[in-house]
């Protein structure tokens, strides 16, 4: 159990195009779901905490009008990159927790989605 | 401010035991999680502590140790598959994941 999924894997964009990404949780709900990115060689790095409903609250130099979060379900969140340019190539993750009496607390991560900004 | 170290790097021989220390300085406290991160992958859940003392799962243990902000990750018997980067990751008051960078660990036949 507590499986979720990604999609697409990679992208490959040209400058100035939008990427969505899609982020499942595919058997529990998730109220909870996180977006990382990770640089290469980098250790993760939180963007956005997205609850369910609610707007998606970003952490301090991501930019909500370029990076928005939309969590319409309580198994589905998505993450659209508006206007890519090649910096925002990198690897995103997403992450949703799961609070239950046997795994308080515990996030599991999506496979991640390589995008290139070409 | 919130902190957490590990090694940058380590090597270890395989069929040996490794041990990755972390060390944590945040506000709040409300478990200690390990991860196993493969190259070009997202991280996988490895272990949780949230109270003090050794928790062991099959080859791998982990240990927890609040008063002093302290953590390892001890891998035993080891095998080439176990060369990755190993995250440790806090979680604070209000139940945000602080990480580490990662400690890559090299497997030597």
């Known amino acids: 159990g507590a499986v979720v999924s990604q999609h697409p894997s990679w992208v490959i964009c040209k400058s100035g195009t939008s990427v969505k990404i899609e982020c499942r949780s595919l058997?529990?709900?998730?109220?909870?779901m996180f977006w990382y990115r990770q640089f290469p060689k980098q250790s993760l790095m939180l963007m956005a905490t997205?609850?369910?409903?609610?707007?998606?609250?970003?952490e301090q130099g991501v930019e909500k009008d370029k990076f928005l979060i939309n969590h319409a379900s309580l198994t589905l969140s998505t993450l659209t990159v508006t206007s890519a340019h090649p910096e925002d190539s990198s690897f995103y993750i997403c992450?949703?927790?799961?609070?239950?009496?046997?795994?308080?607390?515990?996030?599991?991560f999506g496979p991640g989605t390589r995008l290139t900004v070409l | 401010g919130q902190n957490i170290d590990q090694p940058t790097e380590m090597t270890a021989t395989e069929g040996a035991i490794v041990q990755i220390n972390c060390t944590y300085q945040?506000?709040?406290?409300?478990?200690l999680f390990w991860y196993q991160q493969h190259a070009g992958e997202a991280p996988t859940f490895l272990s949780y502590?949230?109270l003090d003392g050794l928790e062991e799962k099959g080859r791998f243990s982990s240990f927890l140790s609040r008063s002093k902000g302290y953590s390892y990750l001890l891998l035993k018997e080891l095998q080439m598959k176990d060369s990755a980067s190993y995250l440790c990751?806090?979680?604070?008051?209000?139940?945000?994941?602080?990480w580490g960078a990662g400690t890559k660990l090299i497997i030597k036949p």
């Open positions: 502590n949230v």
């Open positions: 997205s609850n369910e409903g609610s707007k998606a609250t970003y």
């Open positions: 945040t506000s709040g406290f409300n478990g």
């Open positions: 992450s949703a927790r799961v609070s239950d009496r046997e795994r308080v607390n515990e996030q599991f």
């Open positions: 990751a806090v979680m604070d008051s209000n139940y945000q994941l602080i």
């Open positions: 058997d529990f709900q998730a109220t909870t």
